[in-house]
């Protein structure tokens, strides 16, 4: 490219994708002349779900701006928490992000996961389509037009992508109200009416069961509700919500 010369700074939280050479301050960027602003930044490795305000010359500019040479362009980190506009909050989560999506799901929120990988395409499409926000590690896939909205998952600890997801987007919480296995909601169930789903051991042990209203499964607190409730207490303790 041989257009104009613009200085971008980026936020400190996004210089997890920028080469170590721009984290330092403005540097120079030389344009096509006709890229618009979200183009370039993008171009520089940042993915727009990730790209707060984009600030030319201290004032905010939209994404569609094409930049102009001598332009000083700081680009800010999305905004916490983030409103996602237009549909109910829920997520679509990735191949890779399976204990995440169950985490969620003991939660309450809404998130669909992919136990297959069917494809970038096809996950975009299924963001747009269902209105959920798209969430991966993998930038290429972030970077789809199509995707309804998306964020990138920073750590690759279960617990720390569960706080920042929860940090970052505030859903509401309601837990042990999700199939952790499908996403369906859970309904109370009379232990005789799922007694032929029950080993002996359990049916002497427990009294109170819940069953999803898609799949079926049935719950109950059994040896490793200690574990989840701890998961539950210290989030609704951070995040706010009603542990049951």
């Known amino acids: 490219m041989n257009g104009p010369e613009i200085h971008l700074t980026f936020a400190p939280e996004l210089h997890v994708f920028v080469p170590a050479g721009r984290r330092g301050g403005p ?23 990730e790209a707060g305000q984009l600030l030319v010359d201290g004032s905010p500019v939209a994404r569609s701006h094409v930049p102009s040479a001598g332009e000083s362009v700081e680009v800010r980190a999305v905004v916490r928490p983030q ?11 990735d191949v890779h992000l399976g204990t995440l ?3 969620m799901r003991l939660l309450g929120v809404d998130a669909a996961y992919e136990s297959e990988d069917i494809g970038d395409a096809a996950l975009a499409a299924l963001s747009a389509r269902e209105r959920r926000v798209m969430l991966s590690r993998d930038r290429g896939l972030l970077r789809r037009r199509e995707i309804w909205a998306g964020a990138y998952i920073y750590s690759d600890r279960t617990d720390d992508q ?7 987007f505030a859903p509401a919480l309601a837990p042990w109200t999700r199939c952790t296995a499908c996403n369906g909601s859970l309904g109370p169930a009379d232990k005789d009416s799922v007694a032929d789903q029950l080993e002996r051991g359990t049916q002497r042990t ?9 799949c079926d499964r049935v719950y109950w607190r059994g040896a490793h509700h200690a574990r989840l409730a701890a998961i539950v207490d210290e989030a609704v303790r951070e995040f706010g919500g009603a542990a049951a």
């Open 162 to 168: 569960l706080r920042d997801v929860l940090r970052r």
């Open 27 to 49: 540097t120079a960027v030389t344009t096509d002349g006709s890229s618009t602003l979200g183009h370039v930044v993008e171009s520089l490795g940042v993915p727009l779900t």
């Open 83 to 93: 409103h996602v506009p237009g549909a109910p909050l829920r997520f679509l989560l």
């Open 101 to 103: 999506a169950r985490r």
């Open 206 to 214: 427990y009294d109170v069961f819940a069953r999803c209203t898609s």
